[in-house]
């Protein structure tokens, strides 16, 4: 287990952020990122979440009252799989990256195929 301040986190997700090319952050449409200290009790093991409506799924009335999705990631499960703070630092680029690959419409068994499972 890594420890890491809430701040701490939070620049380690802004920076994960930042690694992502400039050219597909512009093509997030109504996304929101939000980091939580623990998921819901019945995953406890679950380190991000893409909870919306896929831009493969999204049709011409989806907008009219949809509120922005969201992608979650959880310091709690990161923190404690990890052994070093490069690990985790890791870790947190790859739970960003495969949260918004759901907002691209990239389900887990094609990200496990291409190495961000």
Known sequence: MIAM???EFETA???ALDVIPADLMSLLDNVAFFIEDEPPEDDPDLLGLYEG???TERDAG???FSLP???VLFRGPLTRMCATREELLEE???TV???IAHHFGIDDRQLH???WG
């Open 92 to 94: 947190i680029e790859v």
């Open 13 to 15: 997700v802004s920076d």
């Open 53 to 55: 409506v896929a831009l």
């Open 113 to 115: 195929d291409l190495g």
């Open 5 to 7: 301040s809430a701040q």
């Open 69 to 71: 999705d969201r992608i």
């Open 62 to 64: 989806w907008e009219t």
């Open 97 to 99: 990256v495969h949260e």
